[in-house]
């Protein structure tokens, strides 16, 4: 089952977002989905994924 999103607002400096934009551009995404996907890759990467991990599976800190 697919977890509920929730809506933020972040503010970003135009360079920024011209970048996200375009690399989403390159992947066929929008800007949404590729800052979703972004994060979700540094949480990866981090080991800090809550989706990956259930409370007794996250490791120590």
């Known amino acids: 089952m ?3 999103k929730k809506s ?3 503010r970003i400096d135009a360079k920024t977002l011209a ?3 375009k690399w989403a551009a390159d992947d ?3 800007a ?3 800052i ?3 994060l979700s890759e540094a949480l990866k990467k981090a080991n800090r994924n809550p989706l990956c991990h ?3 599976e ?3 800190e």
């Open 2 to 4: 697919a977890t509920p």
């Open 54 to 56: 259930t409370e007794e």
């Open 8 to 10: 933020f607002i972040i």
């Open 32 to 34: 949404n989905g590729q």
């Open 36 to 38: 979703e996907w972004i």
């Open 19 to 21: 970048a996200i934009e």
């Open 28 to 30: 066929f995404r929008s």
């Open 58 to 60: 996250k490791p120590n």
